[in-house]
């Protein structure tokens, strides 16, 4: 930091910050994680001082030797990690990931059906004010009381909708699903198949969640959460899907790029391939199976405490708590209070939700950065714990001082009820404790 310390103290300082609260607390939203000093030396390189419009071989603008090679360095790894024909590894993040298969595949006002977003489902996969939302016409399928995703419902829902395409995919929704019947239903109403692997694709590679390359037409994925990358995404055709439209591919490449974007972030492309390149090493397996491992420990103890947990627990690596029916607060509450003792959470919707997505009834955690930190069940157990402790003890002092829900909307009011809280301030030292102990690596 020599240089930024010199050229620009002032956001020196926020970064010191950030490597200090980033060291002192546990990275428990299910979508982050920690990045190899690989990563970021790639992403931190010249190789983000260049244009390169177009893709390898096919530019718009000269000195692009070493571009063409990184971008098929990183094309060729993805291929054969995921075992897929086709890669475009241009898009931005995510959600542009997506709306470039929509602009390739799609007609405005064609059907699109995906997981409803308070459902475990995301913005992109059909929400009103999204781009998913108004250009096309959405149906949603959705999550039965027991908790699992209702295919019996999704088939018929198909069949009377005729969608042009399914999304499987999840943001909140805590079980694997079951590709080979999305597929079934896929084909039943001769859609297109999507799976939007974001919150999973480190665990696909990994062997611990279901694969669905046999099964879709087309996969997205961000690369920053489980595979442990840069911030940026992918989109794959499968053989199935070239099988269905040869083009798919090259509808693909045009609407990513002239379609939606301009120049590619090559220097977030070579930190993709250096997390490939990461995730092709054994011990990226034994990490991807310890983050649902511990996810399972961590859902068991929080249960045994007697926490209700949304769709009765986890086979993956996100917990989704009902901390409104455990603990009568809301998912903004228990966040806030986690942060105070220094474990980064976020609120949520639960599915069937009675309450605003500000103040939802749920509360989303995860593993894949912890797990990262080299941590593991016994470290699990003593996590569950601390948060249990800490969100009984805040719904015990807002008992006691007999705030209501519409009380508790307010920001004072909350931070009164956290303030006293002893076994937060507790728990912040023994989280930092816990974190010097496993610190974040620097290499994987
Ligand atoms: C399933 C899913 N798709 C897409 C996205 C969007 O990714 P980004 O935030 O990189 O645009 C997310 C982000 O959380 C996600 O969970």
Known sequence: MSFL????????????????????????????????????????????????EGYPYRRYYQG???????????????????????????????APANTAVYFALLK??????????????????????????????????HVGKDGQIDYQAMASLAKKEKPKIIIAGITSFPLALDFKKF???????????MADMSHVA????????PN????????????????????????MVTQKGLKKDPE????????????????????????????????????????GKQIVRNAKVLAESLKKKGLKLCSGGTNTHLILIDLMGSLNISGKLGAEALEAAGIITNYNGIPYDPNPPFFPSGLRLGTPAITSQGMKEKQMEQIADWIYNVLKDISKIKKELKVSFDQEKNKIIREKIIKKSREAKKVKVLVRKLCRRFPIKKKY
């Open 183 to 193: 597929s079934q239903i896929a084909e039943s109403v001769d859609a297109l198949l």
């Open 64 to 94: 692009q030797e070493n571009f063409d090679k990184l971008e098929t360095l990183c094309r060729e790894r993805i291929k054969k990690a995921f075992g897929v024909p086709y890669v475009n590894v241009q898009p931005l993040s995510g």
């Open 202 to 209: 480190g665990l696909i590679l990994a062997g611990s969640y």
């Open 108 to 141: 405005p006002g064609d059907k699109m059906m995906g997981l409803r977003l308070d459902q475990g489902g995301h913005i992109t996969h059909g929400l009103a004010i999204n781009y998913s939302g108004v250009f096309y016409k959405n149906i949603f399928y």
């Open 5 to 52: 310390s010199k050229t620009d103290p002032q956001l020196a300082k926020i970064l010191k910050d950030e490597i200090k609260r980033q060291n002192e607390t546990l990275m428990m939203i299910p979508s982050e994680n920690h990045t190899s000093e690989a990563v970021r030396e790639a992403v931190g390189s010249c190789l983000q001082d260049k244009y390169c």
């Open 248 to 287: 798919m591919g090259v509808k693909i490449d045009k609407a990513v790029f002239p379609g939606l974007q301009g120049g590619p972030h090559e220097n977030n492309i070579a930190g993709i391939a250096v997390a490939f390149k990461e995730a092709g090493k054994p011990a990226f397996i034994r990490y």
């Open 212 to 235: 669905p390359v046999p099964y879709v037409h087309i996969i997205t994925t961000t690369t920053h959460k489980t595979i442990r990358g840069p911030r940026g995404a992918i989109i």
